[in-house]
């Protein structure tokens, strides 16, 4: 209790007046005995005078000394002990004492006796304090102005010792009522200054426990009110500091957690202290699997092939990992360092390069294809065009069967490059759509119309049902047209003679859908996934025959997707296929 402010502003307190008063009533006790010393010795001299008027002529033959000493001495009282009188010469010419004699009064009233005779005035001796006695005397001065004699004077003022004590106990409570009167202002006073300071430290503490509502009311504009104002402000610029960091703390918490890479930190213990969504994701494990764990024995069980030691000490090195789940994931570790510049952890980023790996490798087969399909054709009219510069030309029979190779393979490389600049263009955005409304009824049942003589080349049956009322759809005819017919005409070329195509188109709740089904040779089912990649080819060599170039079905989808719609392939291997195709309908056309 007394280690707080507060008492100790009080006992200060109380000790600064506790010495306050003792040293007043230290000078008050002194100077007071000091000046009744005084004034009763003064009023001793003056009565000694008086008696030493009336001796002045006595002195040497008169009879009534003693009389007239003993009447004045009974007239003192209690404050004169003894009275001598002594002639000039040191003979006492009378005595009287109080209550017995007094031993050795002769010697020291010679000795004072002299002094006054000798100096014609008053000689005192010092008041002793222990018994508070002095001794005065006065010289008997004769109408002739000679010094006749003196008397000796012991005086008792013992009286001023019970004037002090008095006084002492008057000081004494004077003192005790300062002191409660002190202790009681002192801790009121001591309150005003504490009090703040409590609050402030009460405050503080719910202010630690994150309760920043905290505000101390302004009192005064002393230290107490400035250092209450600095408490606020700190109280607001705290809550603002805390409040922007913990926005930037959600930021980086949003942006860990919504990355599509994975990331895992490790300090420099080895221990995983965090790891974000898509790193479990990625690993297909649980937040127990990988959070706090070892890194060794987590990278041991994901098989990851690397170690805590590899990723210290090997800072921004990449490492690509097959195989994880069926993903390539390229790992790139990133050392933690501190602002010693000494490394703390490091933290890795896990990125699925699965897509990018796809497109690459795509890329590659892509420019390969390009090469083969413009080498062959090629290759095919420079080997003609050499054998007629060669001495063919002789022969006409042989002129017009080249001749006519070398325009196949010109109109092959024409639909080639064509087919090329078509899916630049839509890669690009730089194609030019003229969209508008259409009947997709009309519009179908043309592209039907247009194949009819396809089919019947190959005695097949290729027919069109509409089934029940259609939308219309907004979109560019050419390209929708250019769309069906090419399916039309895959389902043509794949499916033998004799064999049925149907296409039919109906109404969905919001969009059309159109489906070609044919009864021909199908798709194997692991060769499904790929029929919409560019020059990706079932039975290449058939499709080459055929005049196909491989990008039909690529251009087909980017055109469908331009569109907001989506097209897909069914099939099974042997029985034939089905390609399902859905626009969406006009606004306008959708009925509530």
């Known amino acids: 209790m007394f280690r707080s402010i507060q008492w100790k502003l009080v006992i200060i307190s109380f000790l600064l007046v506790w010495l306050a008063m003792s040293i007043v009533g230290v000078f008050i006790t002194e100077a007071i005995k000091k000046e009744q010393i005084s004034s009763m010795t003064d009023t ?62 002769d010697l020291l009233g010679l000795w004072i006796v002299e002094e006054a005779i000798e100096q014609a005035q008053e000689i005192t001796w010092p008041v002793d304090n222990s018994e508070y006695l002095t001794s005065i005397a006065v010289p008997i001065i004769s109408s002739n102005n000679d010094v006749t004699g003196a ?30 009167i002190t202790a009681l202002l002192g801790n009121l006073l001591a309150k005003t200054f504490t009090g703040p300071i409590k609050e402030v430290t009460s405050k503080a503490e719910r202010l630690a426990k994150g309760d920043f509502g905290q505000t101390i009311t302004v009192k005064s504009r ?36 919504n990355m599509t890479d994975g990331i895992i930190a490790v ?63 390229k790992i790139s570790v990133v050392q933690i360092i501190n602002e010693k510049n000494e490394a703390e952890g490091a933290m890795l ?35 003609y065009t050499e054998t007629l510069l060669e001495g063919a030309l002789d022969n006409k029979e042989y002129t017009l069967s080249f001749l006519k190779v070398i325009n196949s393979e010109s109109e092959r490389m024409t639909r080639l490059v064509k087919d090329l600049l078509q899916l630049s263009k839509l890669d690009y955005g730089k194609m030019e759509w003229k969209m508008k409304s259409l009947s997709i009824l009309n519009l179908v049942r043309d592209c039907v119309q247009k194949m009819e003589m396809a089919a019947k ?38 499916t033998p003679e004799n064999g049925s195509i149907k296409v039919t188109a109906k109404r969905l709740e919001s969009s059309v859908e159109i489906r070609i089904v044919d009864s021909g040779i199908g798709i194997p089912k692991e060769d499904l996934p790929r029929l919409f990649e560019r020059f990706y080819r079932v039975d290449k060599a058939r499709s080459r025959a055929m005049g196909g170039t491989g990008l039909g079905l690529s251009i087909a989808r980017n055109i469908v997707e331009v569109h907001n719609g989506s097209i897909r392939i069914e099939s099974e291997y042997g029985k034939g296929s089905e390609v399902i195709i859905n626009f969406p309908c006009e606004e306008k056309s959708i009925v509530k």
């Open 44 to 105: 001793i001299i003056a009565r000694g005078y008086y008696l030493a008027d009336n001796l002045k002529d006595k002195i040497g033959g008169a009879s009534n000394i003693q009389e007239i000493v003993s009447n004045w001495f009974v007239g003192q009282g209690k404050q004169v002990r003894a009275v001598f009188v002594y002639e000039n010469g040191g003979f006492t010419a009378s005595q009287t004492n109080y209550e017995g004699a007094i031993d050795d009064y």
């Open 151 to 180: 008397i000796y004077i012991s005086a008792d003022l013992s009286s001023i010792e019970e004037n002090i004590k008095s006084i002492n106990k008057i000081l004494t409570s004077a003192t005790i009522l300062a002191l409660c």
């Open 222 to 257: 002393d230290e107490v009110g400035q250092l209450t104002e600095m408490f606020n402000y700190l109280t607001v610029r705290l809550k603002s500091t805390l409040d922007e960091m913990y926005r930037e703390k959600n930021k980086v918490e949003a942006i860990l957690t």
């Open 267 to 329: 300090n420099d213990e080895g221990v995983v202290i965090h790891a974000n969504p898509a790193a479990y994701k990625i690993f297909n494990i649980q937040e127990e699997d990988l959070y706090n764990r070892n890194f060794d024995d987590a990278a041991e069980k994901l098989d990851l092939g690397i170690t805590f030691n590899d990723i210290l000490n090997d800072s921004d090195k990449n490492y690509n990992i097959l195989g994880i789940n069926n993903l390539i994931i």
């Open 349 to 383: 980023v896990l990125q699925d390069v699965t897509e990018q790996e796809k497109l690459d490798r795509m890329r590659k087969e892509f420019v390969a294809n390009v090469s083969h399909e413009l080498r062959t054709p090629l290759t095919t009219i420079r080997s």
């Open 457 to 494: 080349q190959k005695n097949q049956s290729l027919h069109f049902e509409a089934m029940g009322e259609l939308c219309e759809i907004n979109g560019d005819k050419d390209r929708i047209e250019q769309v069906i017919i090419n399916i039309i005409s895959n389902a043509i070329k794949y």
